[in-house]
């Protein structure tokens, strides 16, 4: 038995630590935990309710849309305004949102996990020569190969010519996410940390020039999904094809969905989503029951009382607990561990009938030889996020169009002096949710439960392991100084740290006087 | 493609290192949407000609993990051997608290390394430092009150610390990409700034010389007083809690993502991320700033 900790894990958002128990060359048991604490809710308490939509964006800069989202889908509810949305204000917060979960995803795969299947480093000098492949030559000739080596010793399987356009690929990407960004710009002045995802809708307007910007470039986007993402996983699916079961976190998927189609009112899984919200459990699809979530502390340096209904809950460290082993709470549905994230929300929708979704999945089924049950893992998660794409670049065409230039985009009422209100979305990484309260006009108390807190979580009361923990058991670990399979599941989870690292304590070695713990 | 590319000739490599220490990855985020040169000619290619910027370390898009990637930062430290030879590129604030136990990076012999030790070892071998966005530049939102984890922007730091490495601030939240590609071009062509180049911040005067407020486009209607008080109308948004009046950058006139749009002509107040710890002096972001406050934001 041998115990392996990587850290830093790069290539994902945040700080991250993993530790893996490998035995036989196989990994027994897994543990994972953050390293950076800043203490938003700490900060936010006080401020100015609309500041939040703001302030949460910073939580993290991958997707500071989806916390704008879930921020001001609370503030709608605390303001009265969730019925009130414009249709304008709805459309564009979905068409921002979906610019950046196509940035996120082609980022994820190409930026942070494609240099764990494709060897930059390896490129022949056979054939076509595309401008992409001349700079990435003379790079290689320089001989300086920063920041691309050094890296772990890698098996890479795909054919050359495969490898070569996937190469150019890696390079191309860089562009077409930059692309997905300007579209965001349009209606959100900049991005990332967009300045118009507002209570009541969002502070642009809609021009036709705008949208006819938006168009040319979603275009851009488009092709590149179509002709290179989507046939880029098929590729490495073909080549990797035990990655679908590899990294499987158990059966368990939960989404809030996301892209509502009609205004934001009503239970969660009652809500027309373009996504759609459920819970799916050992196969078997239900409606999303949000008194069911729990956050527990059992494993975790939190006094027992902490584990309580997000929003309810409180933080308050314990850290000679016997057991524990983690500053991440543990999330539950149902009292049990949820994988959320784009092969939950495939699941989903795919169990629930979307027809788009089960149109494209049937499709990559059909593609890779696959039949539902042997979709998931490592793989399955990296082709949900492709599929995803591919659907949300013909869906934000729709959107656009039905946009109205010289209509309202934003609802105004009064602010509130005590209210409270729930904003549930699905970030790219999965089920995200802001809980609000709302005292003398300031906010009373924030509390976010984000996708990392799921599948990052530690074990529970009864000893079952976080999503990612479960997904690691298993892996093999064939070289104990490059244990590239767990970093390839790790990733696949598409983790952030900065997102799940924010109502944590943290600990310390004090010279020598154990571990000391301070949370603020 | 930059015209460098062309070019025969021995290719210099500067070596970059570039560490996050309390932040968001949104300032990685923002110089990924570089347009002229874009990431990839900064990445591959030469920035301006016959120099290379060589990025060694990164935690979001470098290839190694773990012992791979720390082996990099040790050999580069002032204890590794390495003197003057690279650019330190710092992201996120440095937590001083407890030790600075609030981020870690890294173990060694067992022991978690906290992120303020590695600014320490590597800003003493830096050539210079870039505190890039508003988290390196002054603290920036994890130092919001109360600052639960001791947040300090990296001058600060340095200070503190008796290490007097050259630093070059760059404001914003997120930075506009161009203020740190248009920094390392300025550096890497006119060696490191001159005093008179640094406002009384250390940022750039190149991007942080000019009042927001005096390039707007709808300066006009200030002037006339025609201001808009609902989302969505035209004028001028300084009583939707615009902060151009107080904000040093040139956003009005450079744009933000390749020229696309700027957060004002999007309807949204400018929230005056470019300046130091923004959300605390300047906050609440859609309420006027008062009188009172005025007075005290023009303080170093």
Redesign the interface.
Known sequence: MKTITIDPVTRIEGHLKIEVVVDGGVVKEARSSGTLFRGFEIFLRGRDPRDAARMTQRVCGVCPVAHATASALALDEAFGLSSKVPPNGRILRNMILGSNFLQSHILHFYALSALDYVDVAALDEAGPDEAELRAVRRFLERGQLGPFVPRYKTEFRLPKHVNRAAIAHYVKALEIRRICHEMIAIFGGRMPLQMATFVGGVLSTPTDDGIAAFLAKLARVRDFVKNAYLPDILAVAKAYPEHFELGRSGSNFLAYGAFDQAPACGPVSERKRFFPAGAVRNGVLSRVDVSAITEDVARSFFTDDCAAAPGEGKTEPAVAKEGAYSFLKAPRYGKEPFEVGPLARTMVAYLAGAKPQKETVDGVLAEAGLRLENFGGTLGRHASRAIEAALLTDALERWAMELVPGEPACAEGPPPKEARGVGLTDAPRGALGHWLEVGEGKIKNYQLVVPTTWNASPRDAAGRPGPIESALVGAPVRDEANPTEVVRIVRSFDPCLACAVHVVGVRRDSAGDGRVVRVA | ?SPA?ARPGK?V?V?AIWI???????????V??G?AP????V???QVVPGK?L???????????????????LAENSAEGGAKGGYVLVVEGAV?T???G???????ESG??VP?AEHVERLSRGALAVIALGDCAFSGG??S??????G?KGVSAFLASKGISTPVVNIGG??PNPDWFLGAVAHILLRGLPEAGELDPWGRLRLFHGKLVHDNCQRRAYFDTARFAR???EQGCLYLLGCKGPMTYADCPDRQ???G?????????PC?G?AEARF?ERF?????KVTDDRLARLREV
């Open positions: 493609m590319q290719v490599e070596p996050q220490g309390a932040g968001c990855t949104g300032c990685s985020v923002s990924l949407n347009v874009d990431i990839s000619a990445l591959l290619d290379h060589n990025l060694r370390f990164h935690p979001t898009i470098m290839a190694g993990s773990g012992e791979v990637a720390l082996r990099i937590p608290a407890e030790g136990a609030f981020c870690e990076l890294g173990e022991r978690p992120f939102i994890p919001c009150s109360p600052n639960p984890t947040c939240c997120p609902h989302p969505g933000w993502n390749g696309t749009n700027w957060c004002v002509r999007a309807g949204a929230m991320c959300f906050g609440p972001v859609y309420e």
